[in-house]
């Protein structure tokens, strides 16, 4: 991971969504991108120039577009018709995103498509997100990371958020994950963790 | 045996590739129904080994071309639908409405201001009197201003009228039963035709009236009677103490038109026209 005086960049073409430019690289604000925002925190596994990711909830791009230019190759899933149209035009530009319009609830509709991956990413507003993740485990090769940004306030509204991220962590190793860390993401995003889980 | 975008590929590794273009590609997978209890993630070396590409450059390329593709089909079918477009417009003319008000506004302070002996007090100036008294006073900006206003109500005016046309090809039924334009907002605030015929009655009663609602719920004022469809003339016409009972009956048969305009997507005159006396008798019309 490239960062210049501390500032966590990417190296790839800019003028995705008017990011800020250093020394010709893309600036990766926390403030943005939770992804952003763990690395900042100290946490998350580096990624690797030979890295397949699976990033689920890949809404508009922004964040999928810095991965991308780290990563090997990105499958973005995305549901939603409007943030779609702008993830297919940054699919245009990098060669290396699979934008994929599929519902991360139900994998089967695009488990044809996506190769076993190194990391899976993901990033949705839904009530039961750690379910999502189990869902989605075949996709993970054996010594991959799942990275999963929790919500707090998508699971439940009136909870607790450390009541809810522990919910989550207990939900993620009744599935067989092993938590490698659970990680709040103050004071950049409000009541969201990142949970960093490998398998066995 | 597995089933991936190129082909299939048996245990064994023998592979069976997927015969034609893109489209004929698209159209396989939307016919797959893959069971996750045994599914294996492809590896994309099969692909090669299947013959249908090279190397892993071409693998990608095909595979994007793929599903940019499908995406980009399903986002056009799912703007093809009339209703989207619905809110949109509907949309847009609250807003247009909102600022057509606020610039009314402060156009007639700026007047004021030109004008120190002017007042509305006692002489009923209506907006569009007010902009056209304001297009007078030649020598002031304001005069150009206040005929851009114009002009912009008058496009309003337009838009009002393409919404109540576009309602009525999109939710004949419900537009039948309210006009097209209480039909549009209904549509509009349900987000969609789909989720409006998928409401009970009793949400359909009383949308528009979520602040009332939930004033209610949370601290027990009386209940709202009724929302959007307050704007029906048997609603706010019938007298105050069979006003509720006129809103139940409109919504509940606003929900079957709803439905019937969802699922069937055609006018049913049979329907309306039980539906129109069921709603006449409960207003006490003969």
């Given at each position: 991971?490239?960062?210049?005086?501390?500032?966590?960049?990417?190296?790839?073409?800019?003028?995705?969504?008017?990011?800020?430019?250093?020394?010709?690289?893309?600036?990766?604000?926390?403030?943005?991108?939770?992804?952003?925002?763990?690395?900042?925190?100290?946490?998350?596994?580096?990624?690797?120039?030979?890295?397949?990711?699976?990033?689920?909830?890949?809404?508009?791009?922004?964040?999928?577009?810095?991965?991308?230019?780290?990563?090997?190759?990105?499958?973005?899933?995305?549901?939603?018709?409007?943030?779609?149209?702008?993830?297919?035009?940054?699919?245009?530009?990098?060669?290396?995103?699979?934008?994929?319009?599929?519902?991360?609830?139900?994998?089967?509709?695009?488990?044809?498509?996506?190769?076993?991956?190194?990391?899976?990413?993901?990033?949705?507003?839904?009530?039961?997100?750690?379910?999502?993740?189990?869902?989605?485990?075949?996709?993970?090769?054996?010594?991959?990371?799942?990275?999963?940004?929790?919500?707090?306030?998508?699971?439940?509204?009136?909870?607790?958020?450390?009541?809810?991220?522990?919910?989550?962590?207990?939900?993620?190793e009744a599935g067989g994950l092993v938590v490698q860390a659970a990680t709040r993401l103050e004071p950049f995003h409000r009541d969201h963790a990142a949970i960093v889980c490998t398998r066995q | 045996m597995q089933h991936y975008w190129f082909g299939d590929v048996e245990e064994g590794g023998a592979c069976t590739p997927a015969e034609g273009d893109v489209e004929a590609l698209a159209e396989?997978?939307?016919?797959?129904?893959?069971?996750?209890?045994?599914?294996?993630?492809?590896?994309?070396?099969?692909?090669?080994?299947?013959?249908?590409?090279?190397?892993?450059?071409?693998?990608?390329?095909?595979?994007?071309?793929?599903?940019?593709?499908?995406?980009?089909?399903?986002?056009?079918?799912?703007?093809?639908?009339?209703?989207?477009?619905?809110?949109?417009?509907?949309?847009?003319?609250?807003?247009?409405?909102?600022?057509?008000?606020?610039?009314?506004?402060?156009?007639?302070?700026?007047?004021?201001?030109?004008?120190?002996?002017?007042?509305?007090?006692?002489?009923?100036?209506?907006?569009?009197?007010?902009?056209?008294?304001?297009?007078?006073?030649?020598?002031?900006?304001?005069?150009?201003?206040?005929?851009?206003?114009?002009?912009?109500?008058?496009?309003?005016?337009?838009?009002?009228?393409?919404?109540?046309?576009?309602?009525?090809?999109?939710?004949?039924?419900?537009s039948a039963l309210v006009g097209g334009l209480v039909a549009a907002r209904l549509v509009s605030r349900a987000g969609g035709l789909a989720p409006l015929a998928r409401l009970p009655a009793s949400t359909i009663q009383v949308l528009g009236a979520e602040n009332a609602l939930f004033t209610h719920l949370r601290s027990g004022t009386p209940p709202p009677k009724h929302g959007i469809i307050?704007?029906?003339?048997?609603?706010?016409?019938?007298?105050?103490?069979?006003?509720?009972?006129?809103?139940?009956?409109?919504?509940?048969?606003?929900?079957?038109?709803?439905?019937?305009?969802?699922?069937?997507?055609?006018?049913?005159?049979?329907?309306?026209?039980?539906?129109?006396?069921?709603?006449?008798?409960?207003?006490?019309?003969?």
């Amino acid at each position: 991971m490239i960062r210049i005086d501390g500032v966590l960049v990417s190296p790839g073409e800019g003028g995705v969504y008017g990011e800020r430019m250093l020394q010709g690289y893309r600036v990766w604000d926390p403030r943005r991108s939770k992804l952003a925002a763990l690395y900042a925190k100290g946490g998350g596994r580096d990624l690797e120039p030979w890295m397949r990711i699976l990033y689920l909830g890949a809404a508009n791009g922004t964040t999928v577009s810095h991965v991308a230019d780290y990563a090997a190759c990105v499958y973005a899933v995305e549901f939603a018709p409007r943030p779609m149209q702008d993830l297919i035009e940054v699919a245009r530009r990098r060669t290396n995103v699979v934008p994929i319009m599929a519902d991360a609830t139900r994998p089967a509709a695009y488990a044809p498509l996506v190769e076993a991956v190194d990391m899976v990413i993901q990033d949705v507003a839904q009530p039961d997100q750690a379910g999502i993740a189990l869902a989605n485990l075949p996709f993970l090769k054996p010594d991959g990371v799942y990275i999963l940004m929790l919500k707090a306030r998508s699971v439940d509204v009136r909870a607790d958020p450390e009541a809810v991220i522990a919910a989550a962590v207990r939900a993620l190793e009744a599935g067989g994950l092993v938590v490698q860390a659970a990680t709040r993401l103050e004071p950049f995003h409000r009541d969201h963790a990142a949970i960093v889980c490998t398998r066995q | 045996m597995q089933h991936y975008w190129f082909g299939d590929v048996e245990e064994g590794g023998a592979c069976t590739p997927a015969e034609g273009d893109v489209e004929a590609l698209a159209e396989r997978l939307d016919r797959l129904r893959i069971s996750m209890a045994s599914f294996v993630p492809l590896a994309w070396e099969d692909a090669v080994a299947c013959g249908v590409v090279a190397d892993r450059r071409e693998y990608l390329d095909r595979l994007r071309a793929l599903c940019i593709r499908r995406a980009e089909e399903t986002i056009a079918a799912y703007y093809r639908q009339g209703d989207i477009e619905l809110l949109q417009m509907v949309r847009m003319l609250d807003e247009t409405d909102t600022v057509i008000n606020l610039l009314t506004e402060r156009a007639t302070e700026w007047y004021i201001v030109r004008n120190p002996q002017f007042s509305r007090k006692y002489r009923a100036i209506g907006a569009k009197k007010m902009l056209s008294i304001m297009k007078k006073d030649r020598s002031s900006p304001l005069a150009r201003l206040a005929g851009e206003i114009e002009r912009l109500a008058a496009e309003r005016t337009r838009l009002m009228r393409e919404v109540s046309a576009r309602a009525d090809a999109v939710a004949p039924n419900c537009s039948a039963l309210v006009g097209g334009l209480v039909a549009a907002r209904l549509v509009s605030r349900a987000g969609g035709l789909a989720p409006l015929a998928r409401l009970p009655a009793s949400t359909i009663q009383v949308l528009g009236a979520e602040n009332a609602l939930f004033t209610h719920l949370r601290s027990g004022t009386p209940p709202p009677k009724h929302g959007i469809i307050f704007q029906h003339r048997r609603v706010h016409n019938a007298p105050r103490g069979t006003r509720g009972r006129v809103a139940r009956v409109l919504a509940a048969k606003l929900a079957i038109a709803a439905r019937i305009d969802c699922y069937r997507g055609e006018l049913s005159p049979a329907f309306l026209e039980t539906a129109q006396r069921r709603i006449d008798d409960a207003a006490g019309v003969a």
